[in-house]
């Protein structure tokens, strides 16, 4: 027994010894390539075994032939751990470039592209979750062009309906002036119905400005969806006389929702306004609410002839107006940015699909 505590002893010290070089050694080429480090761990092994072998070796008096034997048989056993070691260290090394290359390359705006080799576990999950990165990366890269094309449209758009309005106004301003007019009213009547256009326009800019700065405060109430969309039916209605389109809102169920009030209704004053003028004369726009599992669902449905497939996710981007073919003559692009800004700022959707004959715009609220 004393004798095999002696033999684990001495090859306990020659291990610790190899042990704590290679700590050392470990330490010195931490940043080295991965090749050395396994070339350093492959020895340590190898030298641990050697040299606690040889300590019992010595501790026994072996004689030399024994010795030799010994130490040779260790020492080819050494050889073929750091071969195999090193050609590890090419082969994982190899495949790290692989990926450091492949990653560079979507770093610098391309796509990535793995990697064909085989490649380790730890690598190949390191491949996944880069690959991952990069279709997050062309999604953010795809909605920033899609955001900076709309900002283009919006400022090309806004200049555009701005300056029609001020050259009318300083035209018939003139004519005041100038005491060329000759009907006075008329023309006062004309500037009053231009400055409050412009007045809708630039609160609609204001309102999208808050929005999109976080600072659009919400004053929630607890109301009936059937009293928010009777008061926006009322308000729509002049407007739908006025363009010979029939207002629909006989599907209303009495569901309580938590929303400001006054931003509810001027979502739903946006879809229908936007809806009446998309609709041509004796059509007809349904509003519809009910309950559903994620919520309570208000819908506006109108008969605008429905929306190309390739526009409907920019719909309600700011600045989209569609095509010049139904582009009405006023507004800017901003109401269905305001309607969606306003919605998910409670916390809710909105949608727009197509429909036999036009388009349906969904808000999805959260129940009270």
């Given at each position: ?311 409907l996710p920019r719909v309600f981007d700011t600045g989209w107006r ?47």
């Amino acid at each position: 027994m004393t004798d095999t505590l002696l033999i684990a002893l001495f090859a306990f010290l020659g291990a610790a010894a190899a042990g704590l070089l290679g700590a050392f050694a470990l330490r010195l080429t931490r940043h080295r390539p991965l090749a050395v480090s396994l070339s350093i761990v492959a020895a340590v092994a190898v030298t641990a075994m050697l040299a606690g072998t040889l300590a019992v070796a010595w501790a026994m008096f072996l004689s030399p032939h024994d010795l030799t034997v010994v130490t040779t048989v260790v020492a080819m056993a050494a050889v073929v751990s750091l071969v195999t070691a090193m050609l590890l260290g090419r082969w994982v090394a190899a495949r790290s470039r692989e990926l450091t290359l492949a990653a560079r390359s979507f770093g610098d705006g391309g796509t990535f592209a793995p990697p064909e080799a085989p490649a380790t576990a730890e690598l190949a999950a390191l491949t996944r979750e880069l690959a991952a990165t990069s279709a997050k990366l062309d999604s953010s890269r795809a909605r920033e062009r899609a955001l900076e094309t709309s900002r283009r449209e919006l400022v090309a758009w806004i200049s555009h309906d701005l300056r029609t309005p001020l050259a009318g106004l300083r035209a018939m301003s003139e004519a005041l002036e100038d005491g060329v007019a000759a009907d006075s009213p008329r023309y006062l009547r004309q500037i009053r119905t231009e400055v409050e256009r412009m007045n809708d326009m630039v609160g609609d800019l204001f309102e999208l400005s808050r929005i999109h700065a976080g600072s659009l405060a919400l004053t929630p109430t607890r109301v009936s969806v059937y009293d928010l969309v009777g008061d926006a039916l009322a308000g729509a209605d002049p407007l739908a006389r006025e363009h010979g389109v029939r207002l629909v809102g006989g599907r209303i169920e009495e569901v309580p929702v938590e929303v400001d009030g006054k931003e509810m209704s001027r979502v739903l004053g946006n879809l229908l306004i936007n809806a009446i003028r998309r609709t041509p004369a004796d059509g007809t726009v349904a509003v519809a609410a009910h309950r559903a599992p994620e919520g309570v669902v208000l819908s506006v449905t109108d008969g605008c002839g429905g929306i190309p497939e390739e526009d409907l996710p920019r719909v309600f981007d700011t600045g989209w107006r569609g095509s010049h073919a139904r582009t009405p003559p006023a507004g800017a692009g901003l109401g269905l940015a305001i309607v969606r800004g306003i919605v998910e700022a409670h916390a809710g959707r909105a949608e727009v699909r197509n429909v036999t004959g036009g388009c349906c715009f969904e808000v999805t609220l959260p129940t009270a």
